[in-house]
Every structure is written in structure tokens, then in C-alpha cells.
């Protein structure tokens, strides 16, 4: 059994910042993936970026340069700091652990308007 907890959401104005975090708690070992999908209204989910054991990360196209993906290995956490936040960025973030089988988190409402 595998949890996590979101947080850090909100709305912001364009060009803003927000950095959301992820806590994973449970039955966690080994070689595992955390990050970050997102899904708006009438679009499919669509992966923002993640990260493994190793610190090797992947991001999006749509968000290089803007968005930073890191981890705490000691508090099972995962970070992202995303900045130079556009309208596009509207989604529910769904942090997630992949171990084989994946599990989501619940998701944080991610709001940039003027």
C-alpha cells in the first residue's frame, strides 16, 4: 500500500510561481519513478516531468526552462517548482510513484489567470 499527499496548488497570475510537493508513504524500496501529470478540462493526461533514484530527470517540452523537478530520497517527497506559469499550465497536477504498478495522488488545482 502506497499514499500520497499533494499540496502547494493555488491560482496565480501569469507569469508567477508555485511549487508543489508530493509525500509518498508505504511499502516504497527499490528502484521507483516519482512525478508529476496533468490533465485540463477536454484534453488528455499528459506527463510534466519525473524523477528516479539516480536524479535523472524528464520534463516536458511545454515546460523546460520553466519547471524544476527534485526529491528528498529521506521523506519520500518529490518537488516542482514551476515558474514563468502561463495560462496553459491550467490542470489538476496528479503526483504519482511508479513501482511496477503506478499510484496517483489526489490531485492539486494549478489556476493561472489574470
Known amino acids: 500500500q502506497v499514499q500520497l499527499a499533494e499540496s502547494g496548488g493555488g491560482l496565480v497570475q501569469p507569469g508567477g510561481s508555485l511549487r508543489l510537493s508530493c509525500a509518498a508513504s508505504?511499502?516504497?524500496?527499490?528502484?521507483?519513478?516519482m512525478g508529476w501529470y496533468r490533465q485540463a478540462p477536454g484534453n488528455q493526461r499528459e506527463l510534466v516531468a519525473d524523477i528516479d533514484n539516480s536524479g535523472t530527470m524528464n520534463y516536458a517540452d511545454s515546460v523546460k526552462g520553466r519547471f524544476t523537478i527534485s526529491r528528498d530520497n529521506a521523506k519520500n517527497t518529490v518537488y516542482l517548482q514551476m515558474s514563468s506559469l502561463k495560462p496553459e499550465d491550467t490542470a489538476v497536477y496528479y503526483c504519482?510513484?511508479?513501482?511496477?504498478?503506478?499510484?496517483w495522488g489526489q490531485g492539486t488545482q494549478v489556476a493561472v489567470s489574470s
Open positions: 504519482y510513484v511508479r513501482i511496477g504498478y503506478t499510484y
Open positions: 508505504g511499502n516504497i524500496f527499490g528502484f521507483y519513478v
